[in-house]
C-alpha cells in the first residue's frame, strides 16, 4: 500500500490559504431556489444524468469542471469518477471517464482542490486498509497525474470511509468505524501529515451522519442525515461556525426545496458559495440516482 506522508506538504502552500474570517464573516446568502435537475443549465449535455446512478458531484474552484461519480456504461468498472467541462454557453459538456484515478473498483466522492493540482477521493481498491477509504493523486506539470495513494491507516480505517474535504489545518470526512453508524470526523493537517481523527464536534447524531464538504473558507458544511426533523430518508443539512477555531451550530435541514422524501446525499458548494450541487433518488428522475443543483 502506498501511504501519502511529506509529499503531501505541498498542499499546504499558497493554493491553500484560506480567506481571512473577516471576509469569510461578511459573506451573506439568501433561501435556497427549488432544486432542478443539472440539465436543467441551458447548454448542459443530455448525458450528465443517464439510466445509471450519477452522484458525488463537485465543482472545481474556477468553475470549470463538474467531477461526479457513475456507474454508466463506458467506464472501468463499478463506479467511477467522470468529469464534464464548462461550456461557453454555461452548461456543462459531455462527460469523460477520469480513467487516471478509475479502476476497476470502486471510485466516488471527488474533491478537485484549489490549487487546481490536488484531487481526492474514495476507492474500494485493493491494497488499502479495508473498505472504502481516501486516496489522493497530485498532477504533474509535464508528467500528468500521479498514482493515486493512499492517505494510510491513521485516517483510514477497516470500516468504510467517504467524502474527503480538506481545508487549510483540517481535513473533513465521514466513516462507518464507530460500529456501522456514520459519523462525521475531523483530522488535523500539518501541511506534513494527517492526524488521528475525531468525531465532529456538535454535528454527529444517534442516526448516520454522512459526507460533508464545507465552504471554501471553513464557516460553512454541507453534509446528508436521516436524523429526526427531516423530510424523508437521507436529507441534506448545514451548520456554520464564527471561525475554524468556533463551535459549530446547531445543525439545521436545508428545508422542503432542497430535500424530498428521498435520499439526497453528498452536496458540495460552488466557489462563491451561490451553488450547490447534490445526488437524489427522488422521482422524476432519469435514473437511480441523478444529479441536482439550488442556488441561492
Known amino acids: 500500500?502506498?501511504?501519502?506522508?511529506?509529499?503531501?506538504?505541498?498542499?499546504?502552500?499558497?493554493?491553500?490559504?484560506?480567506?481571512?474570517?473577516?471576509?469569510?464573516?461578511a459573506m451573506s446568502f439568501g433561501p435556497w431556489s427549488a432544486a432542478t435537475s443539472v440539465e436543467s443549465i441551458s447548454g448542459t449535455s443530455g448525458n450528465l444524468n443517464t439510466a445509471a446512478l450519477e452522484g458525488?458531484?463537485?465543482?472545481a474552484q474556477r468553475g470549470d469542471v463538474l467531477y461526479f461519480a457513475s456507474n454508466r456504461a463506458g467506464g472501468m468498472g463499478g463506479l467511477d469518477i467522470w468529469y464534464a467541462a464548462r461550456t461557453e454557453s454555461g452548461g456543462w459538456g459531455e462527460p469523460v471517464n477520469f480513467d487516471a484515478v478509475n479502476?476497476?473498483?470502486n471510485e466516488l466522492c471527488p474533491m478537485a482542490h484549489r490549487n487546481g493540482r490536488t484531487f481526492m477521493f474514495v476507492s474500494s481498491r485493493p491494497g488499502g486498509c479495508g473498505g472504502d477509504d481516501l486516496y489522493m493523486t497530485r498532477r504533474h506539470q509535464t508528467r500528468g497525474w500521479a498514482a493515486p495513494a493512499n492517505l494510510g491507516c491513521t485516517v483510514n480505517s477497516t470500516a468504510n470511509e467517504a467524502s474527503p474535504s480538506l481545508l487549510e489545518t483540517e481535513l473533513y470526512f465521514s466513516s462507518t468505524r464507530a460500529g456501522g453508524l456514520g459519523d462525521i470526523y475531523v483530522s488535523p493537517f500539518s501541511g506534513d501529515?494527517?492526524?488521528?481523527?475525531?468525531?465532529?464536534?456538535?454535528?454527529n447524531s444517534a442516526q448516520d451522519d454522512f459526507r460533508p464538504n464545507l465552504r471554501r473558507d471553513g464557516l460553512e458544511i454541507i453534509f446528508d442525515s436521516n436524523r429526526p426533523g427531516g423530510i424523508g430518508g437521507l436529507d441534506l443539512w448545514t451548520a456554520t461556525r464564527v471561525s475554524t477555531a468556533d463551535s459549530w451550530s446547531t445543525p439545521t435541514n436545508l428545508g422542503a426545496d432542497v430535500n424530498s422524501a428521498a435520499n439526497d446525499?453528498?452536496?458540495?458548494?460552488?466557489?462563491?458559495?451561490?451553488?450547490?450541487?447534490?445526488?437524489s433518488l427522488r422521482g422524476g428522475g432519469e435514473g437511480?440516482?441523478?444529479l441536482y443543483v439550488t442556488t441561492r
Request: hydrophobic share 50%; aromatic share 8%.
Open 56 to 59: 458525488c458531484p463537485f465543482v
Open 265 to 279: 446525499l453528498r452536496a458540495s458548494l460552488s466557489w462563491d458559495g451561490t451553488a450547490l450541487y447534490f445526488g
Open 103 to 105: 479502476s476497476p473498483a
Open 288 to 290: 437511480s440516482q441523478d
Open 1 to 25: 500500500m502506498r501511504v501519502i506522508g511529506k509529499v503531501i506538504c505541498a498542499v499546504a502552500v499558497t493554493g491553500l490559504m484560506l480567506a481571512s474570517a473577516a471576509v469569510a464573516g
Open 193 to 203: 501529515v494527517f492526524g488521528a481523527p475525531v468525531p465532529g464536534p456538535g454535528l
